[in-house]
T-cell receptor, first 113, second 113 residues
Framework: AQSVSQHNHHVILSEAASLELGCNYSYGGTVNLFWYVQYPGQHLQLLLKYFSGDPLVKGIKGFEAEFIKSKFSFNLRKPSVQWSDTAEYFCAVNAGGGNKLTFGTGTQLKVEL | NAGVTQTPKFQVLKTGQSMTLQCAQDMNHEYMSWYRQDPGMGLRLIHYSVGAGITDQGEVPNGYNVSRSTTEDFPLRLLSAAPSQTSVYFC????????????FGQGTRLTVV
């Protein structure tokens, strides 16, 4: 069965700091990868997604993620965070073209002024 | 566009009561799913449907029933509520069973006392 690991549970950064959130998945075949964001009190929104092609994908609000197949990783990055990026971030995988989206446990990001 | 609409937003139940969480989407999506979100556990799939008349179990189906009589609606029924079902419930829909882009509802916060 597919699984997703997010090793950073809580991250605190100052504004303008760079961000990298780790995501590793366990599945040996073809995967579709996603990052979702949940702002306080809101529903999940798609940040970016990877299906195939260029392993560096760009999403909304200046976020990007890199798919490294050899490391089974899909880390999320942002060069300079803003206070408004305070939210919970979820990595998710859809493995083998199946019907299920498996989520990681989430990373709570707090950006301080 | 309303997207995915969930009702109610908040609910308190007594142990043993039953209720139905409503989910409707107006995007003509074939794929719909229900997740529960618990602290430190991310989102876990309860049930999903790949089209009207077709449902299947996810990761944590016990205590929940679903049906899909129309493309638009995918209600989640709690048969006999238990405190362990206290959670935030999210409904999601996608035009593709691989969840290429899943749209989430605003969530239902359920407390079972």
């Amino acid at each position: 069965a597919q699984s997703v690991s997010q090793h950073n549970h809580h991250v605190i950064l100052s504004e303008a700091a760079s961000l990298e959130l780790g995501c590793n998945y366990s599945y040996g075949g073809t995967v579709n990868l996603f990052w979702y964001v949940q702002y306080p009190g809101q529903h999940l929104q798609l940040l970016l997604k990877y299906f195939s092609g260029d392993p560096l994908v760009k999403g909304i609000k200046g976020f990007e993620a890199e798919f490294i197949k050899s490391k089974f990783s899909f880390n999320l990055r942002k060069p300079s965070v803003q206070w408004s990026d305070t939210a919970e971030y979820f990595c998710a995988v859809n493995a083998g073209g199946g019907n299920k989206l498996t989520f990681g446990t989430g990373t709570q990001l707090k950006v301080e002024l | 566009n309303a997207g995915v609409t969930q009702t109610p937003k908040f609910q308190v139940l007594k142990t043993g009561q039953s209720m139905t969480l409503q989910c409707a989407q107006d995007m003509n999506h074939e794929y719909m799913s229900w997740y529960r979100q618990d602290p430190g556990m991310g989102l876990r799939l309860i049930h999903y449907s790949v089209g009207a008349g077709i449902t299947d179990q996810g990761e944590v189906p016990n205590g929940y029933n679903v049906s899909r009589s129309t493309t638009e609606d995918f209600p989640l029924r709690l048969l006999s509520a238990a405190p362990s079902q206290t959670s935030v419930y999210f409904c999601a829909s996608s035009s593709d069973r691989r969840n290429i882009e899943a749209f989430f509802g605003q969530g239902t916060r359920l407390t079972v006392v």
